[in-house]
């Protein structure tokens, strides 16, 4: 199975990050927090929004950027930073390489200008309406995720379903 990295720079609102926490635990994902973060991970709040998924995780805490540029020398040329600044749409890249890493900014100030200049070509934006600011974090982490996976064939993931008895008649 192909491998998605999701990072997170740090990420302010808990019940993003268990939304997104449970996107990783459905797919596969691995997910990478880069502090500071604007909650503790024992914050109701966020086990809430990640339901009993915890322990299907492959979750990864880093002291800053720097830290996580230090121990992911393999992100290198494999990271998309995911911006409404990016001059291109995500849905430019096809397919994604094995390894990818997305990293979202946070809440409120997305990524670091510096960070986008320094990887310019590597920036993507979801397209939306010019009057509206952004979309919320943990959906568009969803709606990248799936569209990797798309150009991936859904690799690895059960792709049928089995509607249940029809209990209600």
Sequence with gaps: MK??????????????????????????????????????IDDKKLKRAGLDYWDKLDITYYDNLADFLEKRPDS???????????????????????????????????????????????????????????LNLSNSVAIAVYEILRGWDFDGLREDGNLTSRSWE
Excluded: W
């Excluded at 596969?28 to 927090?33: P, R, V």
């Design 3 to 40: 491998k998605i990295n999701i990072v997170l720079h740090e990420p302010e609102i808990p019940q993003n990050t268990g939304n997104i926490a449970r996107t990783c635990a459905a797919t596969g994902a691995s997910l990478h927090i880069i502090r500071p973060m604007g909650f503790t």
């Design 76 to 134: 290198v040329g494999k990271t998309y930073y995911f911006t409404t600044k990016a001059p291109k749409a995500y849905t430019d890249i096809t397919p994604y390489p094995d390894g990818v890493y997305i990293m979202f900014g946070k809440e409120t100030r997305g990524l670091p200008e510096e960070l986008l200049y320094e990887h310019k070509d590597f920036c993507v934006r979801i397209p939306m309406r010019d009057t509206l600011r952004s």
